[in-house]
C-alpha cells in the first residue's frame, strides 16, 4: 500500500463512452501525476499536476481531460477513445518542486477499449 | 531523448545469483531513482541517488551513478524468486519549480528458483 489510490483498477469500455479515472492521496505530496504504460514502450507522462495547477501537457489527444480539483484528488476523463487507448494507467504524486524525493505510484487502472 | 534506457531489457538468472541491470540517458538529471512493478501492477521506489553521489546500498541493493558517463547500474546481490519483476530507472529533472520524472522502457528480471 503506497498510500495512493486509484479506482477502478479495471474498466472495460466501448469507443462512444464516457468514462473516469479516479486517484486519491493524502500523503500531503502537492503533485500529481498521470501516466500511460503500454506493452513494450516506455511509461508516457501523460500530464502533470503541481499545486492543483496542470504544468505539463504531453502533447496528449483532447478525448483525454484531466482534472484536479485539489492537491489530493486527480481525475482522467476519457471520451470516444480508441483501440490503442488500451493500456494500464497509472497515477502517482510526490511533494513538488525539490527533486529529492521519490514518486508514490498507485496500483494502477487497467482499461480495455473495445 | 529525456528517458532513460535501460539494459539489458530481460535477464534470466537463477537464485542466488547476482542481477545487474544498466541505465544509460543523455539529458542533465537532479537525481535518479530505481523502481521495481510487479506485472500489471503499480511501480514501487527501491532507492534514490543524487547527482552528487557515486554509489547507495540499500540491503540487498547497490547503485552506482557515473554522471561523466551519464549511466547508472543496478545490482541486485543473492537474488530471490521474489526479485522477479521489471525493474525501470527514473530520471528526475526540476522543470519551473516542479519535479518531472520520466522513465524508461525497463529491464524485466526472471529469478529462476
Known amino acids: 500500500e503506497t498510500g495512493v489510490t486509484q479506482t477502478p483498477r479495471h474498466l472495460v469500455m466501448g469507443m462512444t463512452n464516457k468514462k473516469s479515472l479516479k486517484c486519491e492521496q493524502h500523503l500531503g505530496h502537492n503533485a500529481m501525476y498521470w501516466y500511460k504504460q503500454s506493452a513494450k514502450k516506455p511509461l508516457e507522462l501523460m500530464f502533470v499536476?503541481?499545486?492543483?495547477?496542470?504544468?505539463e501537457n504531453n502533447s496528449v489527444p483532447s478525448r483525454f481531460s484531466p482534472e484536479c480539483p485539489n492537491s489530493s484528488h486527480l481525475f482522467l476523463h476519457l471520451h470516444t477513445l480508441q483501440p490503442e487507448d488500451s493500456a494500464l494507467y497509472l497515477c502517482a504524486s510526490s511533494l513538488s518542486g525539490t527533486g529529492l524525493t521519490e514518486a508514490f505510484f498507485g496500483q494502477g487502472t487497467r482499461l480495455t477499449v473495445v | 531523448s529525456q528517458q532513460g534506457e535501460e539494459d539489458p531489457q530481460a535477464l534470466s538468472i537463477q537464485e542466488g545469483e547476482n542481477a545487474t541491470m544498466n541505465c544509460s540517458y543523455k539529458?542533465?538529471?537532479?537525481?535518479l531513482q530505481w523502481y521495481r512493478q510487479n506485472s500489471g501492477r503499480g511501480l514501487v521506489h527501491l532507492i534514490l541517488i543524487r547527482s552528487n553521489e557515486r554509489e547507495k546500498h540499500s540491503g540487498r541493493l547497490r547503485v552506482t551513478l557515473d554522471t561523466s558517463k551519464k549511466s547508472s547500474s543496478l545490482l541486485i546481490t543473492a537474488s530471490r524468486a521474489a526479485d522477479t519483476a521489471s525493474y525501470f530507472c527514473a530520471l528526475i529533472m526540476n522543470s519551473g519549480g516542479y519535479q518531472k520524472v520520466t522513465f524508461g522502457i525497463g529491464t524485466k528480471l526472471q529469478v529462476i528458483p
Open positions: 499536476y503541481s499545486l492543483e495547477e496542470r504544468v
Open positions: 539529458t542533465s538529471i537532479n537525481n
